[in-house]
């Protein structure tokens, strides 16, 4: 927690001959992440082995997304060797592999012949919309006429008429359908004369459909199709049958087989990384601190105690989150900027705090809260679109909705909260979100940011950096509430700022109020520090009068950064005020569609429609509502993190740990003889 777990960089030597077990109990423990190693020899069966390998996943891979995965117990095996694991994918290859790819290219074939099919039905309506008795053969170009058919926009049909017949000189027949935004066209031309039409449909958006090349009428061709169409569907659904027979019989095998090919291909993947020598193997890699007796045992125990492990830090290793149950599914919001770098400090901690209390200010709202949180949890179909880690994460922020909605917010767009009702009196709700816009931007740059500077002992940049611009932070924005004259009394803070003219608050020879003086000095001392670390920071005098420049400027990006809060307040009274919408609008039409009609029998049943009616529209508004509020919220919650907090500290640029382990979804693997 608040540092990525401790991680060692691993060197060991065994002997050859104990390779195969030493890798395995290795893949099967999944506590290593081996690295590429300088000095390798690599054996060429190695390589044939690889190729041999991927060539039967791949294959493997088909046979299971065509049967598709039925879940069955695990596989238990004992012996994942290679010449095993090759023989047992052969053997169910040249098992089921025949009868899938002829189930394949049978199904195929029908799919292909329907969408042949059904592309000639839709052409055939078309065509019947404007003569249904025609006899297609009588379509059919000849030496005298040729006929084309096609749809054109409604708008372009008289001029297009009009072009025909001026082109041919009357020697045209058309027909078009009666209707439609676009019109369907039959036109017969002499044949002589044919070449003509292309430039014209070009000029009318003429879309040229091909006449089916079928003899008889349309109805009869059409119903002969349909009954061909339903032979091809029941020759279909029987195949089905044959597969998902196939599928139960033979998917849960060619899941483990798969499983274990890919587990052997990964392990035969691993000579590339590491070292040989005649008689030895070299490995290097990484490994959490804490599981370093693990790998000591593991290596001893595979090699008959015939080893060398060595062990040291390095700043170069990959980064491991290591947090509390409550805060990791936090993880991936960050991991979404950025996994931390092995020496930075982790944000998700902070991110935990923050975050759900950002959301819960974006959504203000109790019912809101409580109804997100209980479809979150309730395990609906819907609901599992999203991975648990995201429902759990999202059910905190909802939760929180509910507390946040208490006191500002009511619920379901009713009442206005126990503190304060900002659609009403926005102004204690503007200074609160912007004393937590500045709190937040502290607690990157004081909190955060000085643990970074301690962990890499970095101490220029903690004193003339972060403590520079904490102090100028504190310092600004206090004159600041100095100018204006901000009174904390509707936060249940009974302090109000003196109020003091601009050019006095920041003039440092003014004679002031106590606390504008404290102000001031913290503020001035800031830019001191700052200026002063811009000068060292510059190798040039151009880069120190630059640097120093930008430490002044700078101040404006904090002003933009506590404005972008302000936006948590806009999203809570958009919210409250679609919520109080929706409430007024269902209110005056339940008074005109229920209440006069409830007091006699006869309309008691319109007055139960109507109310029934109303109730729907009011479920639906207000989940719409939730929807809208909830993504915007996510969003503008997750950009206040990553823009405002994380640009103050948070580097993001590390890399995983991806250890060495093997599959075990479908197959359990049985040590013993």
Same mark, same amino acid.
């Given at each position: ?136 053969? !009588? /379509?059919?170009? $000849? @030496? ?5 058919? &096609?749809? %054109? *926009?409604? +708008? =372009? ?115 590339? !990384? /590491?070292?040989? $020598? @005649? ?5 290097? &890699?990484? %490994? *959490?601190? +804490? =599981? ?382």
């Amino acid at each position: 927690m608040l540092r990525p777990k401790r991680m060692s960089k691993l060197f060991a030597i065994y002997p050859a001959r104990y390779h195969n077990r030493v890798i395995l109990e290795l893949h099967e423990r999944g506590i290593v992440e081996l690295k590429e190693t300088e000095d390798k020899r690599l054996k060429k069966i190695a390589q044939e082995e690889i190729e041999k390998l991927r060539d039967l996943a791949k294959r493997l891979s088909k046979l299971r997304e065509f049967l598709g995965e039925i879940s069955a117990k695990k596989m238990s095996i004992r012996n994942e060797s290679f010449d095993y694991v090759i023989k047992r994918a052969e053997k169910i290859l040249g098992r089921i592999e025949p009868i899938t790819s002829e189930l394949a290219e049978r199904l195929e074939r029908i799919e292909s012949k329907k969408e042949e099919i059904l592309n000639i039905i839709e052409k055939l309506k078309l065509l019947g919309e404007i003569c249904p008795e025609c006899d297609l053969s !009588l /379509l059919r170009s $000849t @030496e005298y006429f040729r006929a084309f058919f &096609g749809r %054109i *926009p409604e +708008e =372009k049909l008289k001029s297009f008429g009009e072009d025909l017949r001026e082109t041919f000189a009357g020697k045209i027949f058309i027909l078009a359908s009666k209707a439609g935004e676009r019109r369907n066209v039959l036109v017969l031309v002499p044949s002589e004369e044919s070449q003509k039409l292309l430039p014209i449909f070009y000029r009318h958006e003429f879309e040229l459909i091909e006449i089916p090349p079928l003899e008889g009428k349309i109805d009869e061709n059409l119903k002969r199709l349909e009954e061909e169409l339903e032979k091809l569907n029941d020759e279909k659904e029987k195949l089905e049958r044959t597969k998902q027979t196939l599928a139960k019989k033979s998917s849960p095998e060619i899941c483990a087989v798969e499983e274990m090919v890919v587990n052997v291909l990964e392990r035969a993947e691993t000579n590339n !990384l /590491l070292g040989f $020598t @005649e008689a030895t193997v070299v490995m290097e &890699g990484w %490994i *959490p601190r +804490e =599981k370093i007796r693990m790998l000591e045992k593991t290596l001893k125990t595979a090699t008959d105690g015939i080893c060398i492990l060595r062990e040291e830090e390095s700043q170069e290793a990959p980064t491991e989150l290591e947090n509390p149950k409550i805060v990791k599914d936090f993880e991936l919001l960050t991991e979404m900027y950025g996994v931390p770098r092995y020496d930075e400090v982790d944000p998700t901690p902070f991110l935990s705090l923050t975050f759900p209390i950002f959301f819960a200010i974006t959504l203000s709202d109790a019912g809101y809260g409580l109804a997100l949180a209980a479809f979150l949890l309730s395990g609906v179909w819907i609901a599992k679109i999203f991975p648990t880690n995201v429902r759990r994460m999202l059910a905190v922020c909802s939760l929180t909705g509910v507390i946040v909605g208490i006191f500002v917010g009511g619920c379901f767009g009713f009442g206005g909260g126990f503190w304060v009702n900002p659609i009403e009196n926005p102004i204690p709700f503007l200074k609160l979100v912007v004393l937590i816009g500045i709190l937040h931007i502290l607690f990157g740059l004081g909190i955060a940011g000085v643990i970074k500077d301690l962990l890499r002992k970095d101490w220029r940049s903690l004193l003339f950096e972060r403590i520079s611009r904490v102090l100028i932070v504190l310092g600004f924005f206090g004159l600041a509430f100095c100018i204006i004259g901000v009174s904390f009394r509707d936060l249940g803070i009974a302090y109000t700022f003196p109020k003091i003219e601009m050019f006095e608050a920041f003039n440092p020879f003014a004679t002031s109020p106590k606390p504008v003086g404290i102000l001031r000095a913290i503020f001035y001392c800031g830019v001191l520090l700052g200026v002063v670390g811009a000068l060292l920071k510059g190798e040039t005098i151009r880069s120190k009068i630059g640097e120093a420049i930008n430490t002044v400027y700078g101040i404006t990006s904090f002003v933009a950064d506590v404005a972008s809060y302000t936006r948590l307040m806009a999203l809570a009274i958009a919210s409250g005020v679609i919520a109080f919408s929706i409430n007024f609008i269902v209110s005056v039409f339940w008074g005109w569609m229920v209440t006069p009609f409830a007091n006699s029998f006869p309309n008691i049943l319109v007055a139960a429609i109507s109310a029934c009616l109303l109730a729907f529209i009011f479920f639906v508004a207000h989940c719409f509502n939730i929807f809208i509020n909830t993504l915007g919220g996510f969003i503008h919650t997750m950009r206040l993190h990553f823009m405002e907090f994380f640009g103050k500290f948070y580097e993001g640029d590390g890399r995983k740990f991806s250890p060495f382990k093997a599959k075990r979804k479908y197959t359990k693997l049985k040590k013993g003889k």
